[in-house]
């Protein structure tokens, strides 16, 4: 009876995530900004769909205009002329290109997978929060994030981070479901693991962590020589699907560059003189060697940004560590910031009154989220997998200090952070319900006590 109860509010969660993701992607026109990872995605997406290869140019813009060369401004474009690419990782313009084959190269079209990866990424926090604690927990998790506003909001942009964070939770979800089988199985399951975990690296470089968690949970439950057993299967896997991408861009940019060439790019970023813990745009980077193709560029990028970024973090230890600190907050703070770029289209998402409200809901969600979340962290502090999920938070953290950091490289935290908040709720609740009891019990036996004088002086 409990799981049929179960699985009719877990439907009707799931409902309200499509429902509430479907309406923000069709009101909300929102447009790749110029020269920004999802103009990118968009244009290699198109190029892929229409039959023209991994590739895309870069035009100015306006094109027809009186505008001198300073006042244009780059944009990466599709059609015919384009250069082989690899700036970012192929696999989410690889997955537009499968939805613009089919439907047309239209900005909804791919919007709509965001909404997908949504939707399936609820359904596997309920799944991941049922594996490690319960269905109580996994629910409410799930709930967290069928409502959470910041999640609905990066749905209507052509980012990866709410399709890599379905990938992220996908893993976790085989990792965690096949983390007690045993023999042959085990390692039939860690090569389906290191599989999904090279698909989703293929989204996003962070996926790369992911063999380290599955080296730590199993470690922590079934020891540290069958865990190593397991991952080295698990990395075996994850290289069958990344390499044939490997020897591509070594055939194309004769650079070692394993699966895009941000490397590099990300760490200049990172560690330069103009660093400030965020993005901003390397042009020290764009101007090296004017001229050349952008496909050598962008094996410029990989090579030279490694070399600069190690040289300038060596020699500034000082502003190593301000950069860092200024990471750490980068990375989890603000967190509305998805609003600005649902924005960038040709009418604005909202009234400006409006917006400001989102805004505040987003923010006061999410900081109320972190705060049922530590919570949760301190009252599963002995459990196993509440000490996995603060490892993961901590690696997670320490990973873009290496790079720099975005307010919205915390998404695909977010499930773990719901599911922690899901143990933290009830931890309040009882916190509270003990707090308001004990007046009453106090209460309580005062009146007994005076009840019990009355009939001693009655007696006497």
């Known amino acids: 009876m409990e799981k049929i109860r179960s699985n009719r509010l877990l439907l009707l969660v799931l409902a309200a995530a499509l429902v509430l993701r479907l309406f923000w992607v069709l009101h909300a026109q929102s447009e790749p900004p110029p020269v920004v990872d999802p103009q990118w995605y ?16 870069i035009d100015s813009e306006p094109r027809d205009t009186g505008a001198s060369e300073e006042e244009r401004q780059s944009v990466f474009a599709a059609g015919p002329g384009g250069s082989p690419t690899t700036l970012w990782p192929p696999g989410w313009p690889a997955s537009l290109a499968a939805v613009f084959f089919v439907f ?61 964070t379905a990938w992220f939770c996908l893993a976790l979800f085989v990792l965690l479901r096949t983390k007690d089988w045993e023999g042959s199985r085990s390692l039939w399951a860690a090569a389906l693991l290191g599989v999904v975990i090279g698909a989703a ?15 730590v949970l199993w470690g922590s439950f079934r020891g540290w020589t069958e865990a190593f ?33 941000n490397d590099g790019f990300n760490l200049r970023i990172g560690h330069s003189p103009y660093a400030t813990g965020r993005f901003v745009t390397p042009k020290d980077l764009w101007a090296l060697e004017p001229g050349i193709d952008q496909t050598e560029r962008e094996a410029l990028f990989s090579r030279e940004g490694r070399e600069l970024a190690w040289e300038y973090a060596t020699s500034h230890p000082a502003e190593e560590v301000e950069l860092s600190l200024k990471k750490l907050y980068y990375l989890f703070i603000p967190d509305s910031d998805a609003l600005e770029w649902a924005n960038y289209a040709s009418e604005p998402v909202a009234p400006s009154a409006v917006r400001s409200a989102l805004i505040w809901l987003a923010d006061a969600y999410y900081w109320t989220l972190l705060l049922f ?40 935290l977010l499930p773990l952070a719901a599911l922690t908040a899901a143990i933290g709720i009830p931890a309040v609740a009882r916190l509270w319900s003990a707090e308001t009891a004990a007046p009453a019990r106090s209460r309580g036996r005062r009146e007994t006590a005076v009840a019990g004088g009355r009939r001693r002086r009655r007696r006497r």
């Open 201 to 215: 690296s293929l989204v996003r470089g962070q996926g790369l962590l992911l063999p380290v968690y599955a080296l």
């Open 229 to 261: 057993k397991r991952t080295v299967v698990v990395v075996g896997a994850m290289l069958v699907v990344i390499l044939p991408w490997t020897v591509r861009n070594v055939l194309t940019f004769e650079e070692p560059i394993l699966i895009s060439a």
């Open 42 to 57: 968009y244009a290699v997406a198109s190029n892929l769909a229409e039959g023209r290869g991994f590739t895309m140019r």
């Open 104 to 164: 047309g190269t239209g900005l909804t079209a791919g919007k709509l997978l965001n909404v997908v990866a949504g939707v399936l990424t609820v359904y596997l926090v309920y799944r991941i929060g049922e594996l490690l604690f319960g269905r109580r927990v996994g629910l409410i998790g799930a709930a967290i994030i069928a409502f959470y506003p910041n999640h609905i909001f990066w749905s209507s942009t052509l980012y990866a981070d709410v399709y890599f």
């Open 373 to 412: 979340a530590a919570v949760g962290l301190v009252a599963g502090r002995r459990m196993r997998a509440v000490r996995w999920m603060a490892f993961v938070f901590a690696s997670w953290a320490v990973f873009h200090v290496v790079f720099f950091a975005e307010p919205r490289f915390h998404i695909p």
